[in-house]
């Protein structure tokens, strides 16, 4: 049974920097996609950004190019988010995914990730 568990949520101001890591297990980790999206009330969910563990790839969603960064530890089956220069528009519910429907990691469609977890929130303060 695959299983993602975030953390790392919490308040901060803007300008602050937060991490968020997401321990994976129940399957094969160099075989999948593994990402955040984030919703905000009101909002659509949003694909942030993926990494594939098998060919390092990675993608982030224009609105956080340059500030936001992933990472993946295949060793301890592990993806972190490392969030600096944050907004009060990134303010969200932060989910970790999962897929091993797509190999490289690219532009997050929804009904491509099958595993979630349960999410964990992020406030940026103005």
């Known amino acids: 049974e695959v299983q993602l568990v975030e953390s790392g949520g919490g308040l901060v101001q803007a300008g602050g920097s937060l991490r968020l890591s997401c321990a994976a297990s129940g399957f094969t980790f160099d075989d999948y996609v593994i990402g955040w999206f984030r919703q905000a009330p009101g909002k659509e969910r949003e694909g942030v950004s993926c990494i594939s563990s098998s060919d390092g790839s990675t993608y982030y969603a224009d609105s956080v190019k340059g500030r936001f960064t992933i990472s993946s530890d295949n060793a301890k089956n592990t993806v972190t988010l490392q969030m600096n220069s944050l907004k009060p528009e990134d303010t969200a519910f932060y989910y970790c995914?999962?897929?091993?429907?797509?190999?490289?990691?690219?532009?997050?469609?929804?009904?491509?990730?099958?595993?979630w977890g349960q999410g964990t929130q992020v406030t940026v303060s103005s």
């Open positions: 995914v999962a897929t091993e429907l797509i190999t490289t990691a690219r532009v997050m469609e929804i009904r491509d990730f099958g595993s």
